[in-house]
């Protein structure tokens, strides 16, 4: 006879257990795939469409003139298969000879007969980088972003916001681009400028921040020096002329160099109109002079040992001041930006004033230190450029454009090499994804960063 098995709980407790864990698990993956569908989702940033703001493809590796780091697209990638190409606007890899499934361009050989990289230019030291002289670069993979979907749900996209959206007639392609122009603005790109029925579009100055490209590398190169009147003292550039100006300008044009782009042969090509120059001044007697140059017009901000700011543009009487105190040292700027001239003193504008001239095309842009009738110090001087839009004439959007009624102008900040609605056209409102708001990976200081 079967002796009966004593039931003490532990099997029911087990199932239990599983039961109440698989119950878990289900619930967290279908949550995840709540908040992917309808909250948020991460996305890969595969192109260099919108450097520096965020990194597609790049190596990583030095110069090896004057060792600056550089994060560029690499001319090719070293680590395709045979037969295939890296499309030289985006960066993505195809078969050779068929066209970019991303832009559309022919997948041409970026590569000489030598099977090596094309030269490029170093953005700090403004050298060749021979081909094959980068020594250990290591190719890295794109920036991670995360999108926010649940914004554009609740209203319109609006101007300067980094979105992600599905491309017009590739709508299985997602591209991630800056919103510029809105549903019934007539939209121009005029001198690197965005101009919308008429005026230059003004950035938010949480965003110019971060639009502000170095154009002086570390040191104090990038100065042509009088010897009579200039010296080096540490990290400052000393000038004195007591009976009249001298003048210490740099040594070369403002450009829209971009570390992304120094190997790709696209580097340098415009000149930029929007530009600031910010120095640590120290007025011993006399004036200190900021000088800027656009197409020809000067703008000069002039400090005096007694602490007055004046601000001269051209030969006009466009002219203010503002006392300010004075101590052993301040942070003096002069900027250009946006059809507007100001004058900072640390981090507070303490002089503006329109731009006396209409948008234009930008034919020269220069940046100088001076000093009038007496000595001044300028240590750590700097010189920074404003992202330049461009409108090549092989882009298929004429300006200026009127964007149609539900509809969006795109642009991608890394304008010499992003094919954006120039290229693809305006991009309609239900293509839009979502807001990106956060590049999450690399986790690095420099890299993780909220998207502005």
Not at 318 to 331: F, N, T, Y
Request: proline share 7%; with cysteine; aromatic share 6%.
């Amino acid at each position: 006879m079967a002796r009966k098995r004593r039931d003490d709980g532990t099997g029911r407790r087990g199932a239990r257990w599983v039961r109440e864990n698989l119950e878990a698990v289900v619930g967290a993956v279908a949550v995840a795939l709540l908040v992917r569908t309808f909250a948020a989702e991460p996305y890969s940033i595969t192109t260099g469409s919108m450097a520096p703001t965020m990194l597609g493809t790049h190596l990583e590796t030095k110069c090896p003139s004057c060792s600056a780091p550089l994060a560029s697209a690499p001319a090719y990638d070293p680590s395709r298969m045979a037969g295939q190409e890296t499309c030289s606007t985006c960066a993505i890899v195809g078969q050779a000879g068929t066209e970019c499934v991303a832009c559309g361009r022919l997948l041409a050989s970026a590569r000489p007969a030598t099977g090596r990289p094309a030269p490029g230019r170093c953005p700090s030291c403004l050298q060749p980088i021979p081909a094959g002289s980068l020594g250990e670069a290591r190719l890295r993979s794109g920036d991670k972003i995360l999108v926010d979907k649940v914004t554009y749900r609740l209203r319109s996209p609006r101007r300067w916001e980094v979105a992600v959206f599905r491309r017009p007639g590739h709508l299985a392609m997602n591209f991630v681009k800056r919103i510029i122009g809105l549903p019934g603005e007539e939209l121009e790109i005029i001198g690197g400028d965005i101009v919308v029925d008429g005026e230059v579009a003004s950035k938010p100055a949480s965003l110019q921040r971060s639009f502000w490209f170095p154009v002086t590398r570390e040191g104090l190169g990038d100065w042509d020096l009088d010897p009579a009147h200039w010296r080096k003292d540490g990290g400052a550039l000393v000038g004195d002329r007591r009976d009249g100006e001298t003048r210490a300008p740099m040594v070369r044009m403002i450009a829209d160099h971009l570390d992304y782009n120094a190997l790709r042969g696209l580097d340098g090509e415009n000149i930029v109109g929007d530009i600031r120059l910010r120095a640590h001044v120290a007025v011993a007697s006399g004036e200190a002079l900021l000088i800027l140059e656009r197409n020809g017009v000067e703008v000069i901000t002039a400090l005096d040992a007694d602490g007055s700011v004046t601000l001269h543009v051209g030969a006009s009487t466009l002219r203010g001041s503002a006392s300010i105190q004075v101590g052993k040292e301040i942070l003096l700027g002069c900027q250009i930006l946006d059809a507007e001239i100001s004058v900072t003193v640390g981090e507070v504008t303490v002089l503006r004033v329109p731009v006396p001239w209409e948008p234009s095309e930008i034919r020269s842009s220069r940046a100088a230190i001076g000093v009038r009738g007496g000595t001044a110090t300028f240590a750590r001087p700097e010189v920074s450029r404003d992202l330049h839009y461009t409108s090549p004439p092989e882009s298929a959007m004429r300006f200026p454009y009127r964007v149609r009624s539900g509809e969006y102008v795109v642009l991608g900040d890394n304008s010499p090499s992003s094919k954006d609605s120039r290229y693809i056209g305006a991009v309609p409102a239900e293509n839009f994804v979502g807001k990106a708001v956060l590049v999450f990976w690399p986790i690095s200081p420099w890299r993780m960063q909220r998207i502005r």
